[in-house]
Each structure stands twice: as structure tokens, then as C-alpha cells.
């Protein structure tokens, strides 16, 4: 099969949680969505008139719900790949508290004034992070590749997307964040390897040709 020219990877973080709700740090604890207001409506709404060639999904649930909460057709037998690289940063003993309760911890001022470097105890430095989310995102451009893709949905975390941009778009750390039930289309075109060429906070670009 071909290469495309153009790869459009839809970046969607999953809908609202209590924890999101409640600014309370939230990794790889495995919690739900939330019954009502999962902020969902939108975002639906947006990719309904799009067509994927593959879908990748955090494995944890609020992910999974915001995958079937989309209601995205699955008429071409587009297989989903659950995968446990594309998970939030583990925030180890720091995973449901919230600022207010670890400000004046000096471990957690070290943590923040790191921009991650260091590891929360019992968690992940930005590191191991950085390396998992990448190798994740190198696999899919290269299934891409060989199999043809031009448009690719990916649901993941707010940490994951704010990676991916920081490593495409070259942004800062503190920049790159979006809301929960959100998207961000990075745009990549194939020169003997793909090379990220826009980013958009439409579901995807009009340019991309289906």
C-alpha cells in the first residue's frame, strides 16, 4: 500500500471526571467518566463527519468510555488498538490530591520547580513519561506508513497530548494543555519520513483530502 502524503492524528482527551472537576491530580488510577456533563456533546458533534483509518485508545476506562461515548461508525472494520503507553503520567503518591493540599510539601515544590524532572514518589519523571508516549506515537506513524493511513484518532490524557505537542510543535512545558473533551489535530506530510507541518484545534484540517 502507498505512503499518504498527509497524516492528520486527532488528538482527543476523554470527557470529565470528578477528578478533573475536582483539580485533583489523576494518572493511572482507573476511574469513570462522569454520569452527567462529561463534556462530550461538542466534540462528537465535530468528528461525526470524519472517517478514521485507525483508532488508538488509552487501556484505562475513562478513555474507553469517551471512545464509545463519540458513537464514531464502525462500518470499515477500523480496528481499535487499546494501549497502555498512551495512559496519563503516573503521579504516584500525589494521584487525588489537589494543590491546595500538597503546596507546602516540600517534595511536591521540588517536583513543580523541576517541570517534572523529578519523579512524584512512587511516580514517573517526565523522562520515562516523554520516552513511553513517544515510542507509542512512533509505532503508530510507522503503521501508518505501511498501511496508508490519512487519518488517525487518538484518545488519550491531557499529559499525553500536551507530550505529543511539545514534541511536534516544540513547545514549552507549561504550554500545550487542552480541556477534557477537547481535540488537537497535529498534521504530518511524508518526505522519506513524516514531519508534523500544522497544528489545529479543529478536529482536523481542511486541507487534509479524504
Request: charged content about 25%; aromatic content about 8%.
Amino acid at each position: 500500500m502507498a505512503v499518504a502524503e498527509r497524516l492528520a492524528v486527532v488528538l482527543v482527551r476523554h470527557g470529565l471526571t470528578a477528578w478533573n472537576r475536582e483539580r485533583r491530580y489523576l494518572g493511572h488510577r482507573d476511574i469513570e467518566l462522569l454520569d452527567i456533563d462529561n463534556g462530550l456533546d461538542a466534540l462528537r458533534a465535530a468528528l461525526a463527519r470524519l472517517t478514521f483509518d485507525a483508532v488508538y485508545c488509552s487501556d484505562l476506562q475513562r478513555c474507553r468510555q469517551t471512545l464509545t461515548g463519540l458513537g464514531l461508525p464502525n462500518d470499515r472494520g477500523v480496528e481499535t488498538r487499546f494501549d497502555a503507553r498512551l495512559r496519563e503520567l503516573d503521579f504516584g503518591a500525589y494521584e487525588g490530591l489537589r494543590y491546595d493540599d500538597l503546596k507546602h510539601d516540600a517534595g511536591y515544590r521540588a517536583w513543580i520547580d523541576s517541570q517534572g524532572e523529578l519523579a512524584p514518589p512512587g511516580g514517573e519523571s517526565a523522562a520515562a513519561f516523554h520516552a513511553r508516549v513517544a515510542a507509542g506515537m512512533d509505532d503508530l506513524l510507522a503503521r501508518a506508513e505501511t498501511q496508508g493511513h490519512g487519518r488517525v484518532l487518538v484518545v488519550t490524557h491531557g499529559g499525553v497530548i500536551r507530550a505529543l505537542r511539545q514534541r511536534h510543535e516544540g513547545l514549552g512545558f507549561w504550554e500545550g494543555s487542552i480541556e477534557p473533551g477537547q481535540s488537537h489535530t497535529l498534521t504530518f506530510i511524508y518526505r522519506g519520513g513524516w514531519q508534523c507541518s500544522a497544528s489545529s484545534v479543529a478536529p482536523t484540517p481542511a486541507s487534509v483530502p479524504r
